[in-house]
């Protein structure tokens, strides 16, 4: 069978991806290149004793490059993974690189803090590439004893 009529194959056929402009737009527009692929770092989320804990592996970054916002119930990390040595070798002379596989530039992760756990209580802590944040359960009010009255 020719790749014309092989609809797998994307050829001429009047079935597949290759015969689809549509499809193959979407496709092309959400799969990024390598040259335009965004850093996005590794993000777990997890609850653990009462904590939600949130790590991002930013390896070869600095503490001041990093920022951590709460608006709401909303948490955002915000930084700029940059990279001095890609522009200029150690004497100062451009590089010309033959590849390039490593992330860099501005980056933006948001996470929706589920309610039960309290926005005005995020600690973050950047160690070895690795920002731990913790954001604490909401405190229950004791609850008092109330006497319900009987209709």
Request: glycine letters at 10%; proline letters at 6%.
């Amino acid at each position: 069978m020719s790749s014309s009529n092989n609809p797998k194959s994307g050829g001429g056929g009047k079935s597949g991806i290759g015969s689809r402009p549509r499809i193959r737009a979407m496709w092309s527009a959400n799969l990024p290149s390598a040259d335009t692929e965004a850093y996005l770092p590794s993000m777990d989320v997890y609850e653990q004793g009462g904590k939600l804990t949130i790590e991002l592996e930013l390896p070869g970054m600095k503490k001041d490059n990093i920022a951590v916002f709460v608006t709401g119930h909303v948490l955002t990390i915000e930084g700029i993974k940059g990279d001095i040595a890609r522009a200029e070798g150690s004497r100062g002379e451009r590089i010309s690189y033959l590849q390039i596989e490593r992330k860099f530039g501005r980056f933006q992760r948001s996470i929706k803090l589920p309610e039960h756990f309290d926005p005005s209580t995020p600690v973050a802590r950047f160690r070895n590439g690795v920002l731990l944040i913790t954001v604490d359960a909401q405190k229950k009010e004791p609850e008092e004893k109330r006497r319900v009255r009987i209709e």
